[in-house]
């Protein structure tokens, strides 16, 4: 008997679960996937959102200032990539300018204070960011705005909190659950039974909540595709958003932690089985949109396309309450800014809504901090040699692009929450997020998989059950 | 910190070829700085033949090839370093770099050769419209599964882009029992030389549909469908889809030269060929730093390869003697009409001894055309060519004496005209 049963492992149940884990509670997360954090929170802008743009009063509003504030405390913790870059609205029209005044009240509104927003002309914005183009003619300055990496929030999330006694149930899809005095889940591999049931499903929040009762909302995919560029060409220092419509904030241009460039999203409502498709359409929109706010830009950098789907809720701001069933709490809807909302929603659910249905008293075991992860590239020579004399393994490039070494990925793979997948490995370490795009390393990647996972190399797979990338031996063993 | 004379970053066909060379002129300390398990690079894994027919006047494999070369280092003592990544190269031509034997050194050098190599266009890259399942993989890839690991990645297989290591996978994957349902060209005109396509797909029955693309990838876990379209000029063309049932798409989309190290270090690249800009020495523009082979531009042969880098090793070897002419009178080389790039694109002509030679391609398909090298309105040559195509690389000779004879020559134009 669990305690809490959170049902999904993105960005939100992962905080959600680390926020559990500081009490004497039994916590476990269900997934269906291979592997954490494979759906909206894999494929977004990876933005922490200064909170300039929510509508006042709304809970996105109210979270994403929270969340903002908590990010770089939890960062630290964790060891989560975090770059204080600041954002700016940049405007194109005298029209768009306007909004961005409105924009500017909005973001007084939401809390932000002046020193958080600042109207800027175009030949100040000129000064910090010398390639907008020449529609550019005002904006606003956001220096809260950030950026970090969403997934490797998640698993780092999900791996302290495993550290702290947490249980993760990877391809655990949910199939039925029953409500008696408490909760039995029951997934295609086990049953579950659990006091308290969090639902942080996104875009299959409605389905999941209907297996419990009939749902007060309906979740849909809405899907982003975005371009990346090349580490080597620097065309944004700080988030470029465009002037939000009622469609969402629109192209983005976010320069991301280890130096590409991020071009989206679109935005489309699909069905569930094509979130993840990109299209021609989709990508011939994010040029045409990042070239209204940036000119020059070298599209023949351009290292991979993806998409992702957000979960867009039918009330339009995030679900976070107990539903008509005590004990099943709702999660959901939770699309942009959940990402910077994340953690202070989960500080919520945790005290204002578990803490009322069970009793929590804090551990004094509790262990804030995630062991650091060791990051080649960002040491000195000497700190690398020191390094080599504990393991070898850390001095083997494996990834010449990103320059990962052996140690990385060796340790990627150890790790509470670790890898298990050749994409799994590519989150983790970087492994394979190059411009070759793991042309040359996904062998040597399958090996280190392999061996440290003893398994067959053919039963390695690239991201899930299924995806085996070596399907036959042509020699006999040597 | 150790000195060398020079250190060459890449053990595959270009270094080997440049440091033989350079030791037949003179005695030298050389350090090749390998980052694989093995001397030889690519070419250990292309176990097909059609190697060494312009080097050597005979049909090789690839990996005996190479072999000729590494025991012609083991002979002459050249040192080499295996397991070795090379991190960084300065300016000042110090070269950081790691292995397990030694952790992270730095060393120097009086040259550094960049012997690099390519990589291949990737899926990512080209931006393919959907699903983003396993089984797409480049070309070289799959080869190094199959002739090194020794594992298969598909039974039915399709292939985007018929560059040469595409098109000799078709063969290879059919000979190892696979279905190559077909290889798909953008391109109204292969990107492959013509003896491959031949050799490889012709002689197998694999269709070849030039100005199509693949413009769906379809499957959850694992690639299961393709959709093909003709495209009218890089557009596809509404309901021309052919669908293919498949577990693996290769792609053979391009090669592009490996430069981060040299973009790090500060030397310039040339956009048309995604190599540095060298000169007829085939040194960068940083002083005492010099590239060949495929980190310099993408060549049809590895024979050429090694014809290249024996040059370039020859150049080295002039530079450490203190041979080379300052840069002084430069000529700069412009693609003109037609023509999509030229290596080296500037000569030092004092530098030159009988004559110079240049490597081009075109941008498109030619029959009985001319290429005209002229400098202003003076006419250097022209050669007569019957058939021009963009995957087979050209050669031009000049005289010193052509040069010589035009006075203040600063600028050569090559170009192609009817």
Request: glycine share 8%; proline share 3%.
């Amino acid at each position: 008997m669990f305690d809490v049963i959170i049902i999904g492992a993105g960005i939100i149940g992962a905080t959600i679960s680390r926020e559990l884990s500081k009490y004497n509670l039994k916590t476990v997360i269900l997934e269906k996937e291979f592997d954490v954090a494979m759906e909206a929170t894999m494929a977004n802008s990876a933005i922490v959102h200064s909170g300039h743009d929510p509508i006042p009063g709304t809970l996105k509003a109210k979270f994403n200032i929270l969340g903002n504030r908590m990010y770089k405390q939890m960062s630290k913790e964790l060891d989560i990539p975090y770059m204080e870059c600041g954002g700016m609205v940049l405007a194109t029209s005298d029209e768009e300018l306007t909004l961005v005044k409105e924009l500017y009240q909005r973001a007084l509104e939401n809390g932000l204070n002046k020193k958080e927003v600042i109207l800027l002309s175009r030949d100040k914005i000129l000064e910090l960011e010398p390639n907008i183009s020449d529609l550019v003619n005002g904006g606003l300055y956001l220096p809260t705005t950030a950026v970090t990496l969403p997934w490797e929030a998640a698993i780092a999330n999900i791996e302290n909190a495993m550290d702290n006694g947490v249980k993760l149930k990877l391809e655990n899809k949910v199939l039925k659950i029953e409500k008696k005095e408490h909760f039995i889940v029951t997934t295609n591999k086990d049953v579950y039974e659990g006091k308290v049931l969090i639902n942080a499903t996104g875009i299959h929040g409605s389905n999941i909540a209907n297996l419990v009762t009939k749902a007060s909302f309906k979740t849909r995919a809405r899907r982003g595709e975005y371009y990346v560029l090349d580490k080597d060409v620097t065309i944004a220092n700080s988030v470029l958003y465009p002037v939000p419509t009622e469609k969402g904030k629109g192209v983005i241009i976010t320069p991301q932690y280890h130096g590409n460039t991020l071009l989206g999203p679109t935005s489309e409502f699909v069905s569930f089985e094509d979130i993840s498709k990109t299209t021609a359409r989709g990508l011939e929109y994010i040029k045409n949109g990042s070239q209204k706010l940036l000119k020059n830009i070298p599209f023949h950098k351009v290292v991979r396309s993806f998409a992702g789907g957000r979960a867009t809720s039918s009330n339009e701001d995030f679900i976070i309450e107990e539903s008509a069933v005590p004990g099943f709490i709702n999660v959901c809807g939770i699309e942009s800014p959940g990402l910077t909302a994340a953690p202070a929603i989960a500080v919520y659910v945790v005290e204002e809504i578990v803490g009322k249905k069970l009793k929590m008293i804090k551990k004094d075991n509790y262990n804030p901090n995630r062991k650091p992860v060791v990051r080649t590239i960002e040491m000195t020579k000497d700190e690398l040699n020191e390094l080599y004399k504990i393991d070898k393994k850390y001095s083997k490039m494996i990834c010449r692009c990103e320059k990962v070494t052996e140690g990385e990925i060796v340790d990627s793979i150890n790790r509470n929450c670790g890898a298990r997948s050749v994409v799994g490995v590519k989150n983790r370490s970087r492994a394979g997020s190059g411009r070759c795009q793991g042309g040359f390393c996904q062998s040597e990647v399958i090996n280190i998989l392999s061996r440290e996972l003893k398994i067959d190399k053919r039963s390695v797979v690239y991201s899930k059950t299924g995806s085996e990338i070596l399907i036959e031996k042509t020699k006999g063993e040597l | 910190m150790k000195k060398y004379d020079v250190i060459i970053i890449g053990g595959g066909s270009a270094g080997l070829a440049a440091a033989l060379e350079i030791n037949k002129h003179r005695k030298s300390k050389i350090l090749i700085l390998e980052r694989d398990a093995e001397l030889g690079g690519i070419l250990l894994q292309c176990i097909h033949n059609g190697f060494g027919l312009k080097v050597f006047k005979e049909e090789l494999t690839g990996p005996e090839y190479a072999e000729r070369f590494i025991n012609e280092l083991h002979e002459k003592g050249i040192e080499y370093k295996l397991n070795s990544m090379v991190i960084k190269l300065h300016p000042n031509k110090t070269v950081e770099y790691a292995n397990v034997d030694e952790g992270f050194i730095t060393i120097g050098a009086k040259a550094v050769i960049l012997t690099m190599g390519c990589y291949e266009r990737s899926a990512g890259a080209i931006g393919l419209p959907g699903n983003r399942p396993s089984g797409v993989m480049t070309a070289g890839a799959a080869q190094k599964y199959l002739n090194i690991d020794g594992y298969l990645v598909g039974k039915n297989i399709f292939i985007l882009g018929s560059g040469d290591i595409g098109l000799i996978m078709a063969r290879r994957m059919v000979l190892e029992g696979a279905n190559v349902l077909g290889v798909a060209e953008i391109l109204p005109f292969s990107s492959g030389l013509k003896r491959n396509i031949v050799q490889c797909l012709e002689d197998y029955d694999i269709p070849l549909y030039l100005s199509h693309t693949v413009t769906e990838i379809i499957g959850k876990n694992k690639i299961e469908k393709i959709k093909l379209s003709k495209v009218d000029n890089f557009i596809p063309i509404p309901g021309t889809e052919i669908e293919f049932e498949v577990d693996t798409l290769l792609l053979s989309v391009g090669l592009i030269p490996e430069n981060g190290l040299s973009e790090v270090c500060g030397i310039k690249i040339d956009p048309r060929t995604k190599g540095p800009i060298v000169n007829e020495s085939y040194q960068t523009n940083i002083d005492g730093i010099f590239a060949c082979g495929n980190v310099l531009h993408v060549h049809d042969l590895v024979d050429f390869v090694t014809e290249e880098s024996r040059k370039a090793g020859l150049a080295v070897s002039k530079y450490l003697d203190k041979q080379l002419a300052e840069t002084k009178n430069m000529i700069e080389l412009i693609p003109g009409e037609g023509v999509a790039y030229i290596v080296p694109q500037h000569v030092n002509i004092d530098n030159i001894t009988d004559k110079v030679e240049f490597f081009l391609r075109v941008k498109k398909e030619y029959k009985d055309v001319n290429f005209v090298v002229r400098s202003g309105e003076n006419i250097i040559k022209t050669n007569k060519k019957r058939h021009l195509a963009p995957a087979e690389m050209e050669q031009i000779k000049l005289k010193l004496i052509d040069l010589e004879n035009i006075k203040d020559i600063k600028t050569i134009v090559i170009e192609v005209t009817k």
